[in-house]
């Protein structure tokens, strides 16, 4: 599957600068202004170039800081440092540390009233132990720091569903054609399914609009509509938009 790390920010120049805005949704990809929740205004290189460390921030549309990153290679977007991510209100919510892209160390998340909601400790992107607690500060059961959106029934059931579905393209099973290609696609709050996109075996996004490649992306988009909605995905216990992707296998028999 795509690693779906976040695609944060644009390179503008060196050391700290605050230019044209780039605007993000929930999940900091790229998105416009009507549908956006936060905009880049800082990025400061602490290297020679974009290959080096830097510190990159983004602020909600009111102008209340949103995210803290420290990077250890900002042209290649690998997070090594502190995340640190805070509410609308001002309220710090999330205080994490991770080395090249991993959890590694701790992760605090905090409620909306700044009592403790989780304290994890990671080692490589491995849980070592964790804890979660109530709105009051008291303990309560352990749940994971990100939940996956799922196909109701789970990946067999996805899988069934697909292999049902899929219609091999008539133009590409008269010219012998095979492939692989696979469908990103964000998963809503209410399970509903948009932005689809289709990327190739090498990982490669589809932008042709003709040839066997568009004949494989236009089937798997249309199986993808066909889905029933998905259970979302969950952020520190709460429903999330989150990006999922589906694998689709065109072979010949």
């Known amino acids: 599957m795509k690693k779906l790390f976040p695609l944060l920010f644009c390179l503008y120049a060196m050391n700290s600068f605050a230019q044209e805005k780039v605007y993000y949704d929930s999940n900091m990809v790229v998105t416009n202004v009507a549908s956006s929740r936060a905009y880049t205004l800082t990025v400061k290189l602490e290297g020679k170039d974009s290959s080096g460390p830097a510190l990159a921030k983004t602020y909600f549309l009111s102008g ?142 589809i932008k042709e609009t003709t040839g066997v490649n568009n004949l494989f992306k236009e089937e798997g988009f249309r199986v993808v509509r066909t889905m029933p909605k998905w259970i979302c995905g969950k952020l520190d216990g709460e429903p999330w938009e989150m990006y999922s992707a589906c694998p689709f296998t065109f072979k010949l028999q």
């Open 64 to 205: 209340q800081i949103s995210t803290e990153i420290h990077y250890s290679n900002y042209k290649s977007k690998t997070v090594s440092g502190t995340f640190k991510r805070w509410r609308k209100t001002g309220q710090l919510w999330r205080d994490a540390h991770y080395s090249n892209n991993a959890f590694n160390g701790e992760l605090l998340t905090y409620w909306p009233n700044g009592k403790v909601k989780r304290q994890d400790n990671y080692l490589n992107d491995s849980l070592l132990n964790g804890k979660c607690f109530d709105i009051n500060g008291k303990d309560t059961a352990w749940y994971p720091f990100r939940k996956a959106p799922s196909f109701p029934g789970g990946k067999s059931a996805l899988v069934d569903f697909i292999r049902r579905s899929v219609i091999y393209p008539p133009e590409a099973l008269e010219m012998n054609e095979q492939g692989e290609i696979e469908i990103l696609f964000l998963v809503g709050k209410d399970g509903s399914l948009s932005q689809l996109e289709a990327f190739d075996s090498k990982n490669n996004p």
